[in-house]
């Protein structure tokens, strides 16, 4: 897999409390090791939007990762409010996960990651454009 770097985005990560980098890294991991999953050969593009740190496929929807200081036990990955993502993580998953309206999935720092279901979702922002007609996003 490439990844298109930029070197910003290793400034946000480390701009962080640390307890907080260290789960936003962990989210970073997880897109990269679903983007090799996916196709070793896959292009992510990983920069900065809205200041926060961002990753991108030719044929996928940005995934974004943040922390706020207004809300310092909580971080959240952010999808495209106009996409059907995060509406079919809803049908797939239920309560598994918090939501923010139709744009984000919220967790606490000191919860636990359901590693493979947010693998899944993240398989389907990687490839959003290849499945975005398919029901339930081809799941």
């Known amino acids: 897999m490439k990844i298109q770097q930029n070197p910003k985005v290793k400034e946000k990560f480390d701009s962080y409390p640390p307890e907080v980098g260290v789960r936003l890294f962990e989210l970073r991991e997880l897109i990269l090791e679903t983007a090799q999953e996916i196709n070793p050969k896959l292009e992510v593009s990983e920069e900065l939007k809205w200041g ?11 995934i974004r990762m943040d922390w706020k200081a207004k809300s310092p036990k909580q971080f959240a990955m952010y999808f495209n409010c106009n996409s059907r993502l995060v509406e079919t993580f809803r049908v797939l998953y239920g309560d598994l996960f918090r939501y923010e309206k139709n744009r984000a999935l919220l967790f606490e720092l000191e919860e636990e990651i359901p590693k493979e279901e947010i693998k899944n979702c993240i398989r389907m922002a990687l490839i959003y454009h290849q499945v975005k007609d398919k029901p339930l996003l081809g799941n």
Request: no cysteine; hydrophobic share 20%; charged share 25%.
């Open 52 to 62: 926060e740190p961002a990753y991108l496929t030719k044929k996928g929807s940005t």
